[in-house]
């Protein structure tokens, strides 16, 4: 996959539901409705080939891939929120 096909939003969206666990929480965070972030978690999954999160009871839980994904995504995040 190239960085030019990929959406940077998509990245904050992943690094967010996985620091809460929850997708309404993540949306809110990111001051976006859930269906929102639903929609960018369907675009990951298919840009990945992974599911990504699972649901268990009113949460999510990362696949393996995801938790893999996990501490670049804080990384990026946090260098790309130093950076502005």
Do not use: C, K, Y
Not at 36 to 56: F, I, M
């Amino acid at each position: 996959m190239s960085i030019s096909s990929l959406d940077l939003n998509l990245v904050l969206v992943l690094h967010t539901v996985l620091e809460e666990r929850n997708v309404a929480r993540a949306a809110r965070r990111l001051h976006v409705t859930p269906s929102a972030v639903s929609n960018a978690l369907a675009r990951l999954r298919v840009l990945l080939g992974d599911p990504l999160l699972t649901r268990q009871g009113r949460g999510v839980v990362p696949t393996p891939r995801a938790i893999e994904l996990a501490p670049t995504l804080r990384r990026v995040v946090a260098d790309v929120e130093s950076a502005f």
